[in-house]
């Protein structure tokens, strides 16, 4: 049987899709992500994540001065 590039398997592949380091995938899923442990692994569907992290990462409240929060690792 071949594997789905739907299906995301693994703690690693699953953060690259997401754009997010292994050391915060805790807790995004205590926020909700959408994956499961299944099977010793964990599992995601590409769809899902793509979709949960545009609406993780939709601001909410108008930003005023982007240019500067760019160039910053911290949340704005």
């Known amino acids: ?3 789905s590039d739907k299906i ?3 703690k690693e ?3 690259k899709v997401a754009g997010i380091g292994k050391q915060l ?4 899923i205590s926020r909700g ?3 499961v442990f299944w099977g010793g692994k964990w599992r ?10 545009k609406l993780a990462t ?15 690792d911290e949340p704005i």
Not at 25 to 28: I, K, R
Not at 48 to 53: A, D, G, I, L, T
Not at 58 to 72: I, N
């Open 1 to 3: 049987m071949e594997k």
């Open 8 to 10: 995301l398997v693994g």
């Open 13 to 15: 592949e699953i953060c």
């Open 25 to 28: 995938f805790p807790d995004v």
């Open 33 to 35: 992500f959408p994956a």
């Open 44 to 53: 995601a569907h590409r769809e899902n994540v793509e979709s949960w992290m």
């Open 58 to 72: 939709k601001p909410s409240k108008p930003q005023t001065d982007l240019a500067a929060a760019e160039d910053e």
